[in-house]
């Protein structure tokens, strides 16, 4: 079946710092891939989407490729702020019913 | 207003009761789905309906039962909670997914339930 995974958390880093947050995937087909960013005390909410092979999804600073050959999405932001302190969830859907399947979830706090 | 709305917010519930977990959502969207987040698990899905008369069973369906009462409304039911369903549950909807694919959820704020 269809799984993602990505790396653990919790990730601190210092403001400015770059961040980078790794995602690989398994699926049949040709999948949608996410990120969904969820805030303390709030649901997810989606941060960036790609659709093909090579797509750039991007929103807020953050950016994800798409890249097929290796079955990652990793995210990345230049220069993060205290404010980007959430969890980051990746995930796909696919399938006929499309399905969405999430990953664990990365924390990131980052400190003034 | 929220476009999903959870109802409640928080719960706390002893073993054994009946707990009904509401769900409403103004965006019009046929597909709505229940997920279970639990802390290292990530979000794991419960149910799910596409519309009114079609419900089907997400990886983790047993000891839980839901209602689709309308486009809008959709209810998850813990018929005899146990402590080990203590967890944050989500409701999200998701509208047409066109040419594109991409299946993008629209999630409500969470209602937290803890099974004493």
């Known amino acids: 079946g269809d799984s993602v995974t990505q790396m653990e958390g919790p990730v601190t880093l210092s403001e400015e710092a770059f961040l980078t947050i790794n995602c690989t995937y398994t699926?049949?087909?040709?999948?949608?891939l996410f990120w969904y960013v969820q805030y303390p005390g709030e649901g997810l909410q989606l941060l960036l989407k790609?659709?093909?092979?090579?797509d750039k999804g991007s929103n807020k600073g953050f950016e994800a490729t798409y890249r097929k050959e290796t079955t990652s999405f990793h995210l990345e932001k230049g220069s993060v702020q205290v404010s980007d302190s959430a969890v980051y969830f990746c995930?796909?859907?696919?399938?006929?019913?499309?399905?969405?399947?999430f990953g664990t979830g990365t924390k990131l706090q980052v400190i003034p | 207003d929220a476009d999903v709305t959870q109802t409640p917010r928080n719960r706390i519930t002893k073993t054994g009761k009946r707990i009904m977990l509401e769900c409403s959502q103004t965006?019009?969207?046929?597909?709505m789905y229940w997920y279970r987040q639990d802390p290292g698990l990530g979000l794991r899905l419960i149910y799910y309906?596409?519309?009114?008369?079609?419900?089907n069973k997400g990886e983790i369906s047993d000891g839980y039962s839901v209602s689709r009462q309308a486009q809008a409304k959709f209810s998850l039911s813990l018929e005899s909670a146990i402590p080990n369903q203590t967890a944050l549950y989500f409701c999200?909807?998701?509208?047409?997914?066109?040419?594109?694919?991409?299946?993008?959820?629209?999630f409500g704020a969470g209602s937290r339930l803890t099974v004493l």
């Open positions: 309906s596409f519309d009114v008369k079609d419900i």
């Open positions: 790609a659709t093909k092979a090579d």
């Open positions: 699926a049949t087909g040709y999948p949608s």
């Open positions: 965006k019009g969207h046929d597909r």
């Open positions: 995930a796909l859907n696919s399938g006929g019913y499309q399905k969405v399947t």
């Open positions: 999200a909807t998701s509208g047409d997914i066109g040419e594109s694919g991409a299946n993008v959820l629209t």
